[in-house]
């Protein structure tokens, strides 16, 4: 099996990623995919998407869920309305999740991804126990559908996330680490971060960013893979030491620029074939 098969996020009807025709001209085999709207969960369609998918060539590693009424504005309202977090929309949520759980078991992918949101950082709140509650009931959908739950980082620290993960007491739950959240977020270091969640990463997003001027109260911004302050050649060199050899997902979210967007994962592509051979090499 290749190790670190190079993929990208993409969309079928939905959300920042790529179009499946593009990710199969860029010439990668694998993608993450954000899950289609809920018409286009049924199981005819997952078939006719299955056909398009051998097509195509390319092979689904992770069904990402995302949310109507999420806003990544900024930080605040982040906080207010992304993932299961918050109060108001947290059952209908998790439905919904059990049913792109489902459709993903469907297209036979055994991993299911998701911002949850920003978990409170001061256990005794009562909102920290509602989140683990939750959690365990994804995460207890998707064992019974022999899948595993991939946590995106970002809006926790690792140290937190860490003892979040410990709290759930789910052997399904993991991370997908994407580097880039961290310095967005403010939330850390990326490289120290991923050292110390190293045994809970099972996906990654090959995604670059700045720091902002204040981290934590302003996003930073996010650049093109390279041009950013992850450092991606220590990032996959922290990742072969930690024994991952899974897909390198590249995420560029600016959909509003296809053109812009294809070209700028197609010079990410480039940048992590030159990674590869030289880290690859021994």
Known sequence: MERWPIGVFASIDAGLGVRLEVAAELGVTTIQLHAPHKAHRTPAEADRFLERLAQLGLQITAVFGGFDGESYADIPTVAKTVGLVPPATRAARLQEMKEISDFARRLGVSAVGLHLGFVPHDTADPLYGEVIEVTRRLCDHCQANSQTVHLETGQETADALLRFLGDVKRDNLFVNFDPANMILYGAGEPIPALEKLGPY??????????????????????????????????????????????????????????????????????????????LLAN
């Open 201 to 278: 990463v099972r996906s990654v997003h090959c995604k670059d960013g700045r720091w902002a001027a204040n981290p934590g109260q302003e996003w930073g911004v996010e650049t093109p893979l390279g041009e950013g302050d992850v450092g991606m050649e220590r990032f996959l060199a922290t990742l072969k030491k930690l024994g991952y050899f899974g897909p390198l997902t590249i995420e560029r979210e600016i959909p509003q620029e296809p053109e812009r967007q294809k070209a700028e994962i197609g010079s990410a592509i480039s940048l992590l074939n030159r990674l590869k051979e030289k």
